[in-house]
């Protein structure tokens, strides 16, 4: 059950396109795989985004979070290369933010059938 926010503002806080790009972003240089084609960080960007939505204070956090990556690059976090993003995703690594993303990401990331494919997992007993 999501609460409503202090501020009637928060609630209406919505994710955008360029919020959701540097959230795969995000996943793509915390959880690192070269053979990994982008489904499945999109696909597991999208179960955040569904996660999110459903708790105003994830949502808030959310989105808070990932503006604050652009104001610690200096400039767009998107643009930035895998070893300068990873030192920002560092500085955020204690944060709700983080500690969100994370634990929604290596639940979905894994269990995604492409995935295990990939990995060669032959999926549940």
Known sequence: ?????????????????????????????????????????????DKILVEADAETWFRVALIQGLQSLDQLSDKSF??????????????????EFFGFVRRTAALGLYDDEEV???LGYQGPS
């Open 1 to 45: 059950m999501a609460f409503p926010a202090k501020f009637p503002s928060l609630n209406a806080m919505e994710m955008t396109d360029e919020a959701r790009q540097t959230l795969v972003r995000v996943l793509r240089v915390a959880f690192p795989h070269e053979n990994f084609p982008d489904g499945p960080y999109e696909r597991t960007a």
């Open 78 to 95: 998107c643009s930035l290369n895998d070893d300068e993003a990873l030192r920002v995703l560092r500085r955020v690594e204690g944060t």
């Open 116 to 118: 295990w494919e990939i």
